[in-house]
Structures are given as structure tokens and as C-alpha cells.
């Protein structure tokens, strides 16, 4: 199975369901630690690959072996392994990374390090990508309450996951360990979904108010919808826009659950699409959670680092530039648009947003900082963005950005009347030499 995910042909996580599917032998916690043994060789495969190189037999058994000595107690792995084995994992367990360049000690590829290294403080970034996530959960706010669901939990058979807050969303449980939570009551009732902290604070950005009309352009399997959805009180109209037909089937369980009313999902196409233009100026805010590299959640998907590469990315900025000049043409006058990835790339946050304002001069820029204050959740930013990171903030990598259509837009015709007065004020450059 390992081989098969080296091949890089499907994500991580899908072969893994797939091998499950095919093994239903494998008990839940053997599969928990399958899990967390392919996951640690895709973290650190840069740095496993040079230590398989040494030594007898497949590289791939080596690579599952050092996977295997992250999560197994040494006298268990020592069971299924030989002598020669045995003196080489030894070996390798003893050598230290310190000398070794930051691309293999933190396992990235080379064009990847050398985007990182621009930001600040690369190295505890890249070290925060490379460490297993805790598991955050939401709670439904239109169904349940954080503080009694964090004190029932407390006095309940969870209270070994050590359920916490989390620091800066207020609906959000931190928890340790992987528990089956779909199979807990509370998820079947829909009090409560998977969702990153980050992900949370996005939909806390966009700031939905009731009966508003709302439109989460690349809603996905619904993560962000959901909430956005419990922030309207299942009032006004909450479009969820996918072209994916697919995913945003996996959307309309989780819905469901919701017990949320007021969202109406669409497969939209890629351009042009008519549905999409019948709303054009009408959203009170648009969300466009662009599809986008993934790379701020390599905590959960660190295969991401493998499978994206310089050729994607550039095609990844072009299809994100395209959506965010069709889902702003919806926003109404005086509306909200915001513009977020889980990417930690500048060349797919701030440098698109840039362009996009460069281009569009009746957006502008809202401070992100204050708009998170006005819903009471104080996160200090430095700068107009919400820039978010697993070193500094304990989320995944995400990056938001609010800007704000101008009130009342001037018809184009006053605009050129205005320039034309303008030109006849301003005496003409000759251009000749004096
Ligand atoms: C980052 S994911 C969305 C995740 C989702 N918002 C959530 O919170 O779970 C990006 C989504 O954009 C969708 N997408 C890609 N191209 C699109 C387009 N041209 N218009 C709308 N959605 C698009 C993808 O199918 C994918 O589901």
C-alpha cells in the first residue's frame, strides 16, 4: 500500500480508505497506526529516503519500517524484522539531521523550500508543517453550546480526548487523538462537525447576518457553508457554489445534520455559467475559498509537498485569478467579498489580491483584524490580511482577505465625462525640449 501511494496517482488518504475497504480485517486501532506510519513517511520522506538508500532488500520495506518506528514501541517492530534490519534501523535512528541541508532535514522539495524560505521564520514553519495536527471540532450553533458540551464531555467517557477551546474561535473543541468522533452521538445529531480552527475564523470573517443573501463560491463538501449557514439562523439564502457535482454531494449529508434550511447547493461550470450571472450584483458576500495548493495543511496531507510542483501551482494561480473575477461580479454595491486559500504561498494569497484590486478599484481592502473584533474574536494581525499558521496560531495555514465594493458606483458615462473635464484642466505635455 505505501507503494502504491509513492506513486503519487491518488491522494494519501484516498488509497488509504481504499486498502481499508479491501482489509476490513484491520481492526480500528490497527488501522489508526497504519495511518499515522504512511503519514510519517510521507513527512519525512526526503530525510527516510537517504537512510533507505543504505542497507539490504526493498526500499519500500525500509521506508514502512522507519514509518512503523514512529508509532510502534521498538521490541514490537524488532518482531517482524531481521538481524541486518535491525543493526540498520539502529544505524539510522542514531544519525543526527543537524548537518543536514533544511530541504532533507524537513523533508520538502527543493523548489518548495525555496518559496518558504522567503517568509518569516521558515524554519519553525516548515518544522510546525512536518508535526500531526490535533483533531478540531465545531459546534453547531444553532443546536448546541460549546461551554455545556465541553462540561457534559468532562464528566463523560470523553474525557480522555481532553477536549479544550480552542484560543480564538468560539465554537471551536480542541481535542488529542484520533476518536471515531462520527460515530458519536453528538455528530449524528449535527451538534457538532470536523473543521479546523482556521477554517472556522474564515467563515467568522465573511460575518453573514440574517436574511442576507449569501454565496460560498467554492463550497466544496461544505465545511465552511455549514457555518456560514448557522450565522444567518437558517434565514435568508445561502447559495453553495462547486463546479464539482461530486463533492458537493458529499455536502448534502452534513447538511442535513445541519438542520439548516436556508442553503441551496449548485453545480455551477467553470465559466460563463448562467445561474452565476442571473446574480451578478446581488450577494450581500461572496466567499471564495479558492481551490488552491493545500500546502498550509500539510499537517493532515503532508503528501501535498509530493504531489504539487512548480507547473501546478502556476496553473493553480490562473484558475484562482478567473474565479475571483467572476465571484466579485456578483457582490452587490456596499456587499462583502473575501478571499481565502489554505495555501501559506504569497504567489496565491496577497500577490492575487493585489492584482485583483489593481484591476478592480471599487474593491477595497477592510482591516481583518477589526472585522474578526466587530464578532468579538481578537486575533492580532499584522497587516490588512488574516495570514494564519500552525507555528504561531496552532491552525492550519490559511490566508483571508475582505475587501469591500464601493456603496454607490458612478455609471461609466460620468466617469468619462469626469475625465474628459479633468484632461481640458490639466495644461498638455508637449513633450518638446524646452
Ligand atoms: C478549497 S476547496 C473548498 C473547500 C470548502 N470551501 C470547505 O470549506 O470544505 C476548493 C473548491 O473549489 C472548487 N472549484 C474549483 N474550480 C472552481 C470554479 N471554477 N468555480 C467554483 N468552484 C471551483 C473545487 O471543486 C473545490 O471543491
Same mark, same amino acid.
Given at each position: ?23 476490513? #480485517? ?12 504512511? @503519514? ?39 518482531? +517482524? ?48 508543517? #512536518? ?55 453528538? @455528530? ?28 460560498d463560491y467554492c463550497a466544496g463538501a461544505g +465545511?465552511?457553508t455549514?457555518?456560514? +449557514? ?9 447559495y453553495a457554489f462547486d463546479v464539482s457535482a461530486a463533492r458537493l454531494a458529499r455536502a448534502k449529508p452534513r447538511f442535513a445534520?445541519? +438542520?439548516?434550511?436556508?442553503i441551496v447547493p449548485v453545480a455551477i461550470a467553470e465559466r460563463?455559467d448562467q445561474r452565476v ?14 481551490p ?21 501551482? *502556476?496553473?493553480?494561480? *490562473?484558475?484562482?485569478?478567473?474565479i ?31 492584482? @485583483? ?27 490588512? @490580511? ?49
Open positions: 500500500m505505501l507503494g502504491e501511494v509513492l506513486q503519487w496517482k491518488y491522494p494519501a488518504d484516498a488509497v488509504l480508505s481504499h486498502w481499508f475497504r479491501a482489509h476490513t #480485517n484491520a481492526g480500528l486501532r490497527d488501522r489508526g497506526e497504519i495511518a499515522e506510519a504512511v @503519514f510519517d513517511v510521507l513527512r519525512h520522506l526526503r530525510r527516510y529516503r537517504q537512510f533507505a538508500e543504505i542497507g539490504a532488500g526493498s526500499g519500500t520495506r525500509r521506508l514502512a519500517v522507519l514509518g512503523l518506528a514512529s508509532v510502534w514501541p521498538r521490541e514490537t517492530l524488532d518482531t +517482524g524484522l531481521d538481524e541486518p534490519e535491525r543493526a540498520w534501523l539502529d544505524h539510522v535512528l542514531s544519525l543526527s539531521a543537524a548537518g543536514l541541508p533544511r530541504a532533507v532535514r524537513h523533508s520538502v522539495p527543493d523548489w518548495l523550500d525555496e518559496r518558504l524560505a522567503d517568509l518569516p521564520d521558515a524554519e519553525s514553519l516548515l518544522q510546525a508543517l #512536518n508535526a500531526p495536527a490535533p483533531l478540531d471540532l465545531r459546534v453547531n450553533p444553532l443546536k448546541a453550546e460549546r461551554e455545556a458540551m465541553l462540561a457534559a464531555w468532562a464528566a463523560g467517557p470523553e474525557a480522555r480526548w481532553a477536549a479544550q477551546p480552542t484560543p480564538y474561535s468560539p465554537w471551536g473543541i480542541r481535542i488529542q487523538g484520533r476518536p471515531p468522533v462520527n460515530r458519536w452521538k453528538a @455528530f449524528e445529531r449535527g451538534e457538532i462537525e470536523v473543521q479546523d480552527e482556521g477554517s472556522q475564523l474564515l467563515a467568522a470573517l465573511v460575518g453573514p447576518k440574517r436574511g442576507e443573501m449569501v454565496i +465545511g465552511k455549514l457555518l456560514l +449557514g448557522a450565522l444567518m439562523r437558517s434565514t435568508g439564502r445561502l445534520r445541519s +438542520g439548516l434550511s436556508n460563463n450571472k442571473r446574480l451578478r450584483g446581488k450577494a450581500h458576500r461572496v466567499l471564495v475559498d479558492a488552491c495548493s493545500g500546502l498550509g495543511t500539510l499537517r493532515r496531507n503532508p503528501d501535498l509537498k509530493w504531489r504539487q510542483h512548480p507547473e501546478s501551482l *502556476e496553473q493553480l494561480r *490562473e484558475t484562482q485569478a478567473a475571483l473575477r467572476d465571484a466579485a461580479a456578483c457582490v452587490m454595491p456596499g456587499g462583502r467579498l473575501v478571499y481565502a486559500s489554505c495555501s501559506v504561498l504569497p504567489e496565491e494569497n496577497e500577490r492575487q489580491v493585489e492584482a @485583483f484590486l489593481a484591476g478592480h478599484p471599487e474593491f477595497s481592502l477592510l482591516d481583518a483584524s477589526t472585522v474578526l473584533a466587530d464578532r468579538n474574536i481578537e486575533l492580532a494581525l499584522e497587516g490588512p @490580511f488574516l495570514k494564519l499558521r500552525p507555528d504561531v496560531h496552532g491552525t492550519d495555514g490559511f490566508f483571508a482577505a475582505v475587501m469591500q465594493r464601493a456603496k454607490a458606483e458612478r455609471p461609466a458615462t460620468d466617469k468619462a465625462a469626469e475625465q474628459a473635464d479633468q484632461d481640458a484642466d490639466t495644461p498638455a505635455e508637449t513633450g518638446d525640449p524646452a
